[in-house]
Nanobody, 122 residues
Framework: QVQLVESGGGLVQAGGSLRLSCAAS????????MGWFRQAPGKEREFVVL????????YYADSVKGRFTISRDNAKNTVFLQMDSLKPEDTAVYYC???????????????WGQGTQVTVSS
């Protein structure tokens, strides 16, 4: 069992930056691929980025490539999402998730945080 708690969301102007954190409970954090997903009002939850168990592999959605950076600290059971050059279309609730597969598919992630709101004003 893994419990995930996101933090770091907020309101920022277009072009600004935010850093999200996701703290995991339990001693098995390093066993899981970690992903970030987001859900805007009226839209389905979509994949943003993932990082493999060791941190050696990452995969980004095209919409955030070059602007967002994912990292993890297995010693601290935490995954981070650095978001730069934010755009109004990045506005959404951001969720971190843990899964056993390296996958962009939402259904492959078994554990989810409660989400943190990111709002980018124009």
């Amino acid at each position: 069992q893994v419990q995930l708690v996101e933090s770091g969301g907020g309101l920022v102007q277009a072009g600004g930056s935010l850093r999200l954190s996701c703290a995991a409970s339990g001693r098995t954090f390093s066993r899981y691929t970690m992903g970030w997903f987001r859900q805007a009002p009226g839209k389905e939850r979509e994949f943003v980025v993932l990082i493999s168990r060791s941190g050696g592999s990452t995969y980004y959605a095209d919409s955030v490539k070059g602007r967002f950076t994912i990292s993890r600290d297995n010693a601290k059971n935490t995954v981070f999402l650095q978001m730069d050059s934010l755009k109004p279309e990045d506005t959404a609730v951001y969720y971190c998730a843990a899964g056993e597969l390296v996958s962009i598919e939402r259904d492959t992630y078994h554990y989810w945080g409660q989400g943190t709101q990111v709002t980018v004003s124009s």
